[in-house]
């Protein structure tokens, strides 16, 4: 009870920088596992993306997706994507571009085997120029997105900072595209709009971490060292982003569970799903990566050399340093020697007679 009493107080010293290999390990393993699976893997486009016909009927045969499959072999549609909706209630079958004939085969075929009306079939036929139109789309409206985010970090914040948040925010995309790609949920467009809305929480968790730290350091910057004002921050806002985060994923859950599973809107898991990874992975980022990271680059800067030396010379106890030196010895010895200044002792103090 304590504990949390003083996470909500920001009294905590707990080494964010100084476990940043822990944390570096564990993010590149996401990474590495995200990328063979889009690598080998890869998505599951929906029709909007790759072009074709989409068929969607309702299910009270209990028609298996077996059986689905060879209808669909004998139509010479081997290749379609079937899936079943709403805990089998209901069938999707994906295929190639179909002419109006091979169409109206495919739907008498799979009602037949669904047990309901031809008519009652929803169709869908998208041609491949629409999916290369919003595939276009989506690329250059991220790309927009992170040149004029990058240039207001760095306007607002420092360039240093804005290069290690998209260095977060690339993690964040990486891993909730390798969450798409393993469990197999489509990629649809309105999976682009849930990924484009948690580029934006991302980097707000991110911005308030780095504003702490700039805070700080105006405040404290002659008395700590780079690294030491890290861990300060992230001990002050730690509660601050993990509260956020789950009031967030909170009505998140809520979509993903009743919207999905239980009442068996699909759109709805696209779109919830990636929210769900994004919130909770950008929240890691900005804590664990984004952070630990801005603290390693910056403690190799001249100035925070200075200060380190400073700090080292004065022979007290840095509060919240991290518990390994972030600064080679060899950088600190150069840094020393071109400044002319020499380490020495701490003062003894005189007794009081």
């Known amino acids: 009870m304590s504990t949390l009493s003083d996470l909500y107080r920001g009294r905590t010293h707990f080494d964010f920088v100084g476990n940043r290999r822990k944390w570096f390990a564990v993010s590149g393993a996401i990474i590495l596992i995200s990328l063979l699976s889009l690598v080998f893997r890869q998505f599951n486009l929906s ?106 970090i760095a306007w607002r914040l420092e360039w240093k900072m804005a290069v290690t948040a998209l260095v977060a925010l690339f993690h964040d995309l990486i891993f909730t595209a390798g969450v798409y ?27 308030v971490v780095f504003d702490k730290v700039q805070e700080n350091v105006r405040e404290r910057g002659d008395r700590h060292t780079y690294s030491g004002i890290i861990n300060m ?19 998140i859950g809520s979509l993903l569970l009743v919207g999905s599973f239980l009442l068996g809107a699909t759109t709805l898991r696209e779109f919830a799903l990636a929210l769900f990874v994004g919130v909770a992975v950008g929240t890691y980022s900005s804590i664990f990566l984004a952070a630990p990271l801005l603290g390693m680059w910056k403690e190799r800067e001249e100035h925070w050399q200075r200060v380190r030396l400073r700090v080292e010379r004065r022979g007290g106890v840095e509060d919240f340093a991290p518990r390994t030196v972030t600064a080679s010895v060899d950088h600190t010895a150069q840094v020393l020697h071109q400044s002319g200044a020499a380490p020495r002792p701490p003062r003894k103090r005189r007794k009081r007679r």
């Open 47 to 152: 029709v909007d993306f790759e072009g074709g016909t989409l068929v969607e009927v309702e299910n009270p045969a209990g028609a298996s997706v077996a059986q689905i499959r060879d209808a669909m072999t004998a139509l010479g549609q081997g290749s379609a994507r079937i899936q079943t909706t709403s805990g089998g209630d209901g069938i999707r079958v994906q295929t190639s571009q179909l002419t109006p004939e091979q169409e109206d085969l495919l739907v008498e075929r799979l009602a037949a085997l669904a047990g309901v009306d031809p008519g009652d079939a929803t169709r869908q036929t998208v041609g491949p120029t629409f999916g290369d139109q919003i595939t276009r789309s989506a690329v250059r409206a991220l790309v927009v997105f992170l040149i004029v985010i990058g240039l207001f």
């Open 233 to 251: 921050s992230m001990n002050q806002v730690f509660m601050r982003s993990v509260n956020t985060s789950f009031t967030t994923l909170l009505p």
């Open 181 to 207: 790609s393993l469990v197999g949920f489509t990629v649809s467009p309105a999976t682009v709009v849930a990924i484009l809305t948690i580029l934006g929480y991302s980097l707000y968790d991110t911005i």
